[in-house]
């Protein structure tokens, strides 16, 4: 790790350029120097990794409105408390409430022998007994949209689209439209099941990746189920021989209802203006195979252990420092949807937003969407993360993440901090997604930078540009 | 690769040594020479490849006595034909009926959540419902031997012993006598049920790895089951916090009779000496949660294709090269032990054996149990396979490999070639047996050893040393 001496240099550089002015939002040296030692402290300090290793054993797999629902939040609450943040409460999320309760599949013909998969988000069940049909597959998503409904109709479609490894996690971008657009697609034509090779890189293991389907109506919702990158192998191996192949889906799930549970929040009260806030958060919901530590167990563990890290500063931080522990994240934003709804009218009011959401890899890359008065602070908090592996890229924009999209969407000003996303869908939406799967030394890296930035954006002389209707069409993807 | 022209030069200095004499068994000049033919046709070669992947495909998971067991040899029986072998025939093999129909386990309190975990061959089925009892866990098996029996009486015994990636496999000595001997002494001091962290080197994959107990009497069988690593770490996690913990297993398992399947065997039936035998082979079942692809439909695909290409040579060798594929190897060598009680009597017709069962990656290191006049035939078998990686190491015994080491326990003459077991116990007995872990160029290299040191065999000038009773108490460890 570099530690270079280098902002008085820039700032100076920066003012030489003519780009201050009074209207200019600017972070105070002070406030720059204690988030410089934020940062370093972060780096020595395991309170992230106590956090989520809390979490994932105590708790456990906590899909929404599921048995640890409850648990989950009644956790989340206990633990802002013990880690002395100034304000903890709930906001009610409601849901159609999705079950999964048992997934066996298998090949009936020729070649019978089961298959390992496990049902997608709002997967209708199959009937009792299981549902066997041919399976027609497709080379895409754009072949299967494509295709004359009659080759579809009664059969089990399947698309075998293979993800890569790659840093910035790029390839999801197909893999998770062909498990969201796929089923419905295939619904519309008369399919009677879906499968997809997982969207998930893990090239040789058995443990398929769930994830939500895009059916927006429960009744015409069919079977869809993700295999495991092995057993879709073995399907197209035996698809090759060129004979029919029948598979059987016996899927007892569905939506069995509404559901009621809640973002869970804790808040570290602002000394000046208590009533701006620096938003940061993670999804405190998991899918159910894991245990949920890289999703998003991690996220909820760098925020609340980077507020914390400010709650320990001899005095409070100008603004207050929110974290959020989302509800159902994974089954559609609700969390962030409900959040954004709720909280729509006070957008101006949000200092700066992001959440953390896609594993404990390091941050190694910062973007932002803020008013043209802002670059400056935000070059500003860039020349802090600098010395620990963060670039900023001034040219993309900044989303938010998942839920917290929702309110960028209405307005807020919002990072981007890039995890280092190479093997996080080796593990995502499966049972691999375990607590083993943190390297705490990373984890400490992403608490350095959010206590670093939410404490220079609470201090900061100004706003980030946060108004209603703010950075629409600013292109962010998150 | 290296091709060295070393032998006709070693076989110099093995004649100046005065090592040679009228009663030491040699291996002709055109066998030596058809036999590097052997070795570099089957580098070029795919039958091995495609015949595991044949297997694996069409068959896929086969547990001794399961829905796939007469499937299995009925293929085994049609692969052997067409690959042109003289005689096809099967053996019958009779043992006790285990069955897995269904298994769940799950932390009860403090923290409740499911453990991902598989029984063991012979563990006996929970009650309807499960069975709920306190963990105590034992750092050893020592520990646990030595336990008083208040202690473990109505408990689930656990241990963690934790399995290291070795070459040559040898944490499996302790791996699979924690899995074997463990139930057993639980049993016996009154435990409710047993479990272990699975006898396996993949660190963070929840595939948890069967395989069988050493429960001698059915009716003293208790539950046994392995947890995969990660659900291990979270047991012990729990377990840390001091508090008692109620683990609930669910096991829906047991022996319902007798089954007899049976050992397939192919012959390439020998020229001058038909009923003196190479025989050579591996095992036909594999455990349930994977298709067997490395344990051990790469040691069947190894010796029928090794076979295959000695058959395609212009005419058919000197003795007869036998394949064998075992039945029943997982739970306790019941093929193996059948095979060697009814060719007891025959054992000094076999010229040399040894089986292929650990994978598929590359032959490393030969040695062998054979009288000390052929060892220069074995030096002259080691010429030939040195230059594709196989070091002869003249000190240790060989033992004939799993099933065929009771053949070599009534005096068979025997080799050991060990294979690459790196990453062998990542997948050994778990979902992750299947064929994309087979290299086929690791796999080529085995059946040229095979090819090349069965053919030289069958063509030497003399024995290896069979008789009945040899080589009792040579240390051979398979
Ligand atoms: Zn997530
Ligand atoms: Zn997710
Ligand atoms: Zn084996
Ligand atoms: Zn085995």
Known sequence: MRRLPLAPLAAALLLAAGAASAADTTIPAAAVKTAEQLRDRALQDDTGYRIV?????????????????QRARDWAVAKFKELGF????????TYPLWQRRGEHGAIVAPFPQ????????YSAGTPRGGLAAEVVKFDSLDALKAADPARVKGKIVYIGYRMQRKKDGADYGMGSAVRTMGPPIAASKGAA???LRSAGTDPDSRTPHTGVTGFRDPAKAIPAAALSNPDADQLERVLAYGKPVTVKLDLDCGIVGQYTGANVIGEVTGRRHPDQVVAIGGHLDSWDPGTGAIDDGAGVAIAMAAAKLIRDLPQRPDRTIRVIAFANEEMGLWGGRAYAEKHAG????????????????????????????ARGAIAQIARVLEPIGVAYDAR????????????HAKGMAALTLTQDGTRYFDWHHNANDTLDKIDPKELAQNVAVYAAFSYMAAQADGDFGSAPGAFAGDGAED
């Not at 100034?86 to 999320?93: L, N, S």
């Open 193 to 195: 099941g879906y499968l």
């Open 53 to 69: 290793a809390s979490l994932t054993t105590e708790v456990g797999p906590r899909i929404a409105g599921g048995p640890a629902d």
């Open 86 to 93: 100034d304000k903890v409460y709930t906001e009610p999320v």
């Open 396 to 407: 993309r924009p900044g989303g938010g993440g998942s839920d917290l999209s929702q309110m």
């Open 114 to 121: 089961p298959l390992v998969l496990t049902a997608l988000g």
């Open 346 to 373: 006070e957008v101006a009011k949000f200092q700066l937003g992001t959440e953390s959401d896609f594993g404990a890899g390091p941050v190694w890359r910062m973007s932002a969407s803020v008013k043209p008065e």
